[in-house]
């Protein structure tokens, strides 16, 4: 009977400490370990840890809220994407007939701009994916609102371009080229190496050789920003970005089996249409 009165005691004891610490757990930090009494060198108490006893009274996520938290980004996803979709639908017509209002065309670029953003942060990655996968292959550029630069000296933006002008990407191989085309005959054409980042959709980009009428030269570092920046093709930014020790870019905003859109390193929008040139 004693020995049972004396199991009890010390199972209520321990129970006591325990719920002391719980409930007192913002000011035993601050106190000085218990020390054993008559050791030579202080050793911590065998009371419990609070960090361990905090760990075990947390509030655990329920399997509900995981599912809730889970069906909430699933509704936003697919309200996101259903704009995307009437924003795409948009642009692949402007792509295809050139006769969609300019201004309806920016709008529509502006607003797939902030909604790619948003879901890319939302369905990990798998936006970034796809658009270096479909950016595959040539583009032809169909409209665009120029560089900033562009706009202030033409008092205001380009829309459809008027020229053929035909950007391809070889993923497999990172190189890209960029040309200005009067049928299939290039006029100029400037190649080099990319690379691509998942979580901005940046792709950066430097050309080292240029083709004029068939002739192809090798080009400085920098060369090719010289020469767009001084024929309009380029922009100002990029003979800017190449003399700091960057390099001129696209932010890309989407790509697909048809239309790719992006926003250049100079601040303007553009959208291309996917064509059969290779690189």
């Not at 008559?38 to 108490?45: D, I, T």
């Not at 192809?216 to 020469?227: D, E, Q, R």
């Amino acid at each position: 009977m004693q020995l049972g009165q004396i199991l009890l005691a010390l199972l209520v004891l321990n129970l006591e400490i325990i719920a002391f610490h719980c409930f007192n757990h913002v000011n035993v930090h601050k106190r000085a370990p218990v020390q054993s009494i008559g050791a030579n060198k202080a050793s911590v108490s065998w009371f419990p840890d609070m960090n361990s006893l905090a760990n075990i009274f947390q509030p655990k996520q329920s399997n509900s809220a995981i599912k809730n938290d889970k069906k909430n980004i699933e509704i936003e996803l697919n309200r996101i994407t259903a704009i995307i979709n009437d924003n795409i639908s948009l642009l692949k017509n402007a792509a295809e007939t050139k006769n969609e209002n300019s201004d309806e065309v920016v709008n529509a670029l502006l607003s797939l701009e902030k909604l790619m953003r948003e879901k890319n942060k939302l369905d990990n990655g798998q936006t970034a994916d796809e658009t270096i996968r479909y950016l595959n292959g040539s583009w032809r550029l169909i409209f665009t609102t120029g560089t900033v630069d562009t706009q202030k000296k033409l008092g205001g933006r380009i829309n459809y371009f008027p020229l053929k002008a035909v950007q391809s990407f070889n993923v497999d191989t990172s190189t890209i080229s960029n040309g200005i085309y009067v049928g299939n005959a290039s006029l100029i054409k400037f190649f080099g190496a990319f690379t691509w980042n998942d979580k901005s959709r940046k792709l950066e980009f430097d050309f080292d050789q240029v083709s004029l009428f068939g002739f192809k030269f090798n080009l400085p570092s920098g060369g090719a920003a010289k020469i767009g920046q001084s024929t309009g093709l380029g922009s100002e930014n990029n003979e800017q970005l190449i003399a700091t020790g960057k390099r001129p870019f696209f932010n890309w905003i989407s790509a697909d089996s048809n239309i790719a859109t992006a926003r250049g390193g100079g601040g303007g929008l553009a959208l291309w249409q996917r064509v059969n040139d290779t690189i």
